[in-house]
């Protein structure tokens, strides 16, 4: 994305059913999972934020590296939520080869069995085309539902087929020093699965995105 794009017209969700604005990214990368302990959660790491915020330590710790059994479980993890997990391209479907050199890429994960599903506001801003690549390389058309740019949040509709994998939102918060999978498309990987632990929380969004403590992936 650059700045010189065009921005989305603004269609706010905050108000609405859904609620994404209270619906946290909380310091991993959109797609990940927290597994506190060794125990599998099939759920997003979005939680719900506080009505008053604490002030948030800046204070950093070497994390504990991963234990042989979390690394297992989520390895295992992996393969059960990749499916739901997108790769989400700026091109335009209907333009044969367009996407094979899309302009932006993104990752995004399917929240719901109707195709909604959550991105970064970075990911689409500004796009004219966006189309959403699953695991199996298929591609749907995307529909921007709304987005707080506050947040760096966006949510989608993907025209995928009745039956596609999600994963539903968390019903509990996570935890610093959880143990996390991520799964997405940087350094040139498609869907592939990072790991390692949750290091912070409330991180601020500001002008060009999110902005997180330093990753420390397995």
């Given at each position: 994305?650059?700045a ?21 990214l ?19 790491p979005l ?5 008053q ?13 991963l234990?042989d059994?979390?690394k297992?479980?989520?390895k ?13 391209e ?30 970064a ?15 199996d ?21 993907v ?20 143990a996390v ?27 060009g ?10």
């Open positions: 994305m650059t010189e794009t065009d921005r989305l017209p603004r269609r706010d969700v905050r108000g609405r059913d859904l609620n994404p604005r209270s619906l946290l909380s310091g991993v990368l959109l797609g990940g999972l927290a597994l506190p302990g060794v125990q599998a959660q099939a759920v997003t939680a719900q934020k506080p009505a915020s604490a002030p948030v330590s800046t204070a950093r710790t070497t994390p504990k590296p234990s059994a979390e297992q479980t989520l295992t993890l992996f393969s059960k939520v990749r499916p739901a997990t997108l790769r989400i700026q091109c335009d479907l209907n333009q044969p080869g367009a996407c094979d050199d899309p302009d932006g890429i993104g990752s995004g994960v399917l929240i719901s069995a109707d195709g909604l599903a959550l991105t506001y970075h990911v689409v801003e500004g796009a004219r085309f966006l189309s959403a690549q699953t695991a390389k298929k591609r749907y058309a995307v529909e921007v539902v709304g987005y707080d740019d506050q947040d760096d949040l966006a949510l989608l509709r025209s995928v087929p009745r039956g596609t994998p999600f994963v539903p939102l968390a019903s509990a918060r996570p935890g610093v020093g959880d999978l991520a799964v997405g498309n940087g350094g040139g990987g498609f869907l592939q699965p990072k790991s390692g632990r949750l290091t912070g929380l409330e991180a601020s969004a500001g002008p995105g999110a902005t997180f403590p330093p990753a420390r992936c397995r």
